[in-house]
Antibody, heavy 118, light 110 residues
Framework: QVQLKESGPGLVQPSQTLSLTCTVS????????VSWIRQPPGKGLEWMGV???????DYNSAIKSRLSISRDTSKSQVFLKMNSLQTEDTAMYFC????????????WGQGVMVTVSS | DIVLTQSPVLAVSLGQRATISCRAS??????????MHWYQQKPGQQPKLLIY???NLASGIPARFSGSGSGTDFTLTIDPVQADDIAAYYC?????????FGGGTKLELK
């Protein structure tokens, strides 16, 4: 069955770079698109960006200058890198598969909590 | 960006009907396709897809969940509400990029 699992450091210092990995199983990244979505504690969901099945990417303009999403199809992994972290980047970070039309998110990872603090 | 507005809290009794609304700042429909989707999130868990394209039940979701609406106004209905349904519910649009989510409605027991 389809599974996604996020991994990465739980604590990042302000101004540093966040690196997260989403490892997928039960699907091929060459025919599926994966998004990153984050949720600050007690708040709503924010779409960050997507890596499409063809390898192209799209980012939320609000954070585009700080964000990079890439993948390693041979390892079934999607990567997120975001620089210049601030305390407001403290959040649960989820990766999620987008349906084939790119409309909705039908499979989600359990999420990884990232705290930005010195 | 398209802004989705939801009431923060809805109090309901078990066995009754819950109606959760979501209003978009502009139409999220293209012809007859309504690009609004609904998720359930329980504390400490990831969101779960309930309804896609306004009225289609996602796989494995009980039939007591249903969705309706078009244009800018959409509704998620739970009938009857069960104890396991106490959670936060989010709408999400895919009419324009970036996909955006509503602020969420927390379903509480009366």
């Amino acid at each position: 069955q389809v599974q996604l699992k996020e991994s990465g450091p739980g604590l990042v210092q302000p101004s540093q770079t966040l690196s997260l990995t989403c490892t997928v199983s039960g699907l091929s990244l060459t025919s599926n698109s994966v998004s990153w979505i984050r949720q600050p504690p007690g708040k709503g969901l924010e779409w960050m960006g997507v890596i499409w099945s063809n390898g192209g990417t799209d980012y939320n303009s609000a954070i585009k200058s700080r964000l990079s999403i890439s993948r390693d199809t041979s390892k079934s992994q999607v990567f997120l890198k975001m620089n210049s972290l601030q305390t407001e980047d403290t959040a649960m970070y989820f990766c999620a598969r987008m349906d084939y039309s790119g409309d909705y998110f039908d499979y989600w990872g359990q999420g990884v909590m990232v705290t930005v603090s010195s | 960006d398209i802004v989705l507005t939801q009431s923060p809290v809805l109090a309901v009794s078990l066995g009754q009907r819950a109606t959760i609304s979501c209003r978009a700042s502009q139409s999220v429909s293209i012809s007859s396709i309504n690009l609004m989707h609904w998720y359930q999130q329980k504390p400490g868990q990831q969101p779960k897809l309930l309804i896609y394209r306004a009225s289609n039940l996602a796989s494995g979701i009980p039939a007591r969940f249903s969705g309706s609406g078009s244009g800018t106004d959409f509704t998620l209905t739970i009938d009857p509400v069960q104890a396991d349904d106490i959670a936060a519910y989010y709408c999400q649009q895919s009419r324009e990029s970036p996909p955006t989510f509503g602020g969420g409605t927390k379903l509480e027991l009366k």
